[in-house]
């Protein structure tokens, strides 16, 4: 994953009433932190901060930062939005080693079609829609593909079954179901009367 640039000024004020001014005038407040260095309070570009989380890469993307006449490999992490208007309000970036694995969730994207299961009148039940994996800076991927095609009502694709790019792993419990072959809703809301029928005759 290439390197995308973002200026940061340091030696912006600390409290609420000075992160208010700052967004008036298209500032967003943030820290910088990791790797043992004192945390330093910046400010970037609202403008420039939408570009870089606007790319594939969202969050995960790398981040070359410059501060004055240093720059620091950095990912942005906590990122803090309006409530209301969902705009962001803050971020912290945390400093990187280009050699040291991070984590990152990885957003999980379904390919493919899923034949037997549309024939059959059921429903791709998407059920794990990111993925943490651990990986250098360069190699975290924008997305995991998950291939569908395959998939067959009642059946699933469990995370032990996807195929991560090389030098990318994850601690996710390989069983965890990443999408379901649901059945028709109309037998599955059958099934479900079923057993709850099934259910109060027991206790009756």
């Given at each position: 994953?290439?390197?995308?640039?973002?200026?940061?000024?340091?030696?912006?004020?600390?409290?609420?009433?000075?992160?208010?001014?700052?967004?008036?005038?298209?500032?967003?407040?943030?820290?910088?932190?990791?790797?043992?260095?004192?945390?330093?309070?910046?400010?970037?570009?609202?403008?420039?901060?939408?570009?870089?989380?606007g790319?594939d890469?969202?969050?995960?993307?790398?981040l070359?930062?410059?501060?004055?006449?240093?720059?620091?490999l950095?990912?942005?992490?906590?990122?803090?939005?309006?409530?209301?208007?969902?705009?962001?309000?803050?971020?912290?970036?945390?400093?990187?080693?280009?050699?040291?694995?991070?984590?990152a969730?990885?957003?999980?994207?379904l390919?493919?079609?899923?034949?037997?299961?549309a024939?059959?009148?059921?429903?791709?039940?998407?059920?794990?829609?990111?993925?943490?994996?651990q990986?250098?800076p360069?190699?975290?991927?924008?997305?995991?593909?998950?291939?569908?095609?395959?998939?067959?009502?009642?059946?699933a694709?469990?995370?032990?079954?996807?195929?991560?790019?090389?030098?990318?792993?994850?601690?996710?419990?390989?069983?965890?179901?990443v999408?379901?072959?649901?059945?028709?809703?109309?037998?599955?809301?059958?099934?479900?009367?079923?057993?709850?029928?099934?259910?109060?005759?027991?206790?009756?």
């Open positions: 994953m290439a390197e995308i640039t973002l200026r940061a000024t340091a030696g912006r004020g600390i409290g609420s009433s000075e992160a208010r001014r700052l967004r008036r005038e298209g500032q967003i407040p943030a820290v910088v932190y990791g790797h043992g260095m004192e945390a330093i309070a910046v400010a970037v570009s609202k403008r420039d901060l939408r570009t870089v989380l790319t890469a969202g969050s995960n993307a790398v070359s930062l410059h501060i004055g006449g240093d720059r620091y950095a990912l942005a992490r906590e990122i803090q939005r309006h409530p209301v208007r969902g705009t962001v309000v803050h971020v912290d970036f945390q400093v990187v080693d280009p050699d040291e694995a991070v984590s969730d990885v957003p999980v994207v390919v493919g079609e899923a034949t037997a299961v024939h059959g009148d059921g429903i791709v039940d998407q059920q794990l829609f990111t993925l943490t994996v990986a250098t360069s190699r975290i991927p924008s997305s995991i593909e998950v291939d569908v095609s395959g998939l067959t009502i009642g059946g694709v469990r995370v032990a079954e996807v195929v991560l790019p090389p030098g990318v792993t994850t601690d996710v419990d390989p069983e965890t179901t999408v379901h072959g649901a059945p028709p809703r109309v037998q599955a809301r059958a099934e479900g009367a079923a057993e709850g029928a099934e259910a109060a005759a027991a206790e009756g």
